[in-house]
């Protein structure tokens, strides 16, 4: 399969830029919708690199899209009515951004980052060896690194702004932040999105040892997901047929340009360095197979 044109940026002619985040360009419309652009962009530690990963964007698109079908029972999210072709007539603008937009509602994001972890890995596994416990959440002694938890744990975060890094919070912070009632729905239909959905990804093969969700209201107060949803940029994916407890498993997910940074002499702040070609081009191969793994029936 040939690696696609990537797409560092767009430029849409017709449509005004409102925020250009991370990986996502965001596009008004209306008084009620806006455009969701996710480009090829990578982002590791809080960093854009400066280098893309080929297809990245159009894969967190189509595996989202599948999530947010898949669990709108649970939740609603924000994919509107409209369609890209009303959202954006013009042809050259439409060809720029094909198969990597959604036209979304128009919501009021909360301050907060659902992270959802089923695993003992990453920062996770970091905090239990230095204090045997995750965010504060004590765990038993004797675990393992990779090992799954004997229960899951909600570890929410602030949202930092680009450049910024998020930090963890307790619950009762975001009690705060959103009210106690608000705190709990998001808490959760945040761990019922992760266990549905963990269930169903082992099935084809994928463990998904941890994953964060956002969240918007609208003006009655109604909870929608929005953002992106199970993506291998919002969550860990491991191949289950690799999967071993007692070492870092290899994944489908960012991890793997992680991994090559960490072995860089480099501070984790701006800007980032170069990628090889065969670090970009493996890494697109990943995000493709968990595609096909998750979404082809």
Same mark, same amino acid.
């Given at each position: ?8 940026? $767009? ?11 991370? #990986? ?14 996710? *480009? ?16 990245k964007g159009a894969v967190l698109t189509a595996v989202s899209n599948f999530w947010f079908k898949? *669990? ?69 002694e004797g675990l393992q690194q990779a090992q799954q938890l004997p229960k899951v744990i909600y570890?929410?975060s602030s949202k930092a702004a680009v450049g910024d890094h998020d930090e963890n919070i307790p619950?009762?912070?975001? #009690? ?18 992760? $266990? ?34 199970? *993506? ?12 071993? #407890? ?48 998750? *979404?082809?029936?």
């Open positions: 399969m040939a690696t696609p044109e990537a797409l560092y940026e $767009t430029d849409l002619k017709t449509l005004k830029l409102t925020v250009r985040g991370k #990986v996502r360009d965001i596009y008004d419309i209306d008084d009620k919708h806006m455009l969701i652009v996710t *480009t090829d962009r990578m982002s590791a530690f809080d960093v854009v690199l400066p280098d893309p990963i080929p297809g898949k *669990t709108k029972d649970l939740i609603p999210n924000h994919i509107a009515e409209m369609t890209i072709e009303e959202a954006v007539p013009d042809v050259s603008d439409r060809e720029q951004v094909a198969g990597r937009a959604i036209v979304v509602k128009k919501l009021k994001p909360l301050p907060v980052e659902a992270i959802v972890r089923g695993y003992l890995i990453g920062s996770g596994w970091k905090d239990y060896q230095d204090n045997g416990a995750v965010c504060g959440i004590e765990l038993p570890t929410p619950f009762e912070k975001t #009690v705060e932040l959103l009210g106690q009632e608000m705190a709990e729905k998001v808490r959760d239909v945040s761990i019922k999105l992760y $266990t549905e959905a963990a269930e169903y990804a082992k099935e084809r093969g994928i463990i998904i040892a941890d994953t964060k969700f956002e969240f918007g209201v609208d003006e009655a107060g109604t909870l929608f997901l929005i953002d992106e949803a199970l *993506t291998p940029d919002s969550s860990r994916f491991w191949p289950a047929d690799q999967y071993q #407890v007692g070492i870092s498993p290899p994944s489908f997910d960012k991890q793997f340009v992680r991994d090559y940074l960490e072995m860089l002499d480099w501070d984790k702040t701006a800007p980032g360095p170069r990628l090889p070609v065969e670090v970009a081009e493996q890494s697109a191969a990943k995000y493709r197979e968990a595609q096909e793994k998750l *979404t082809e029936m």
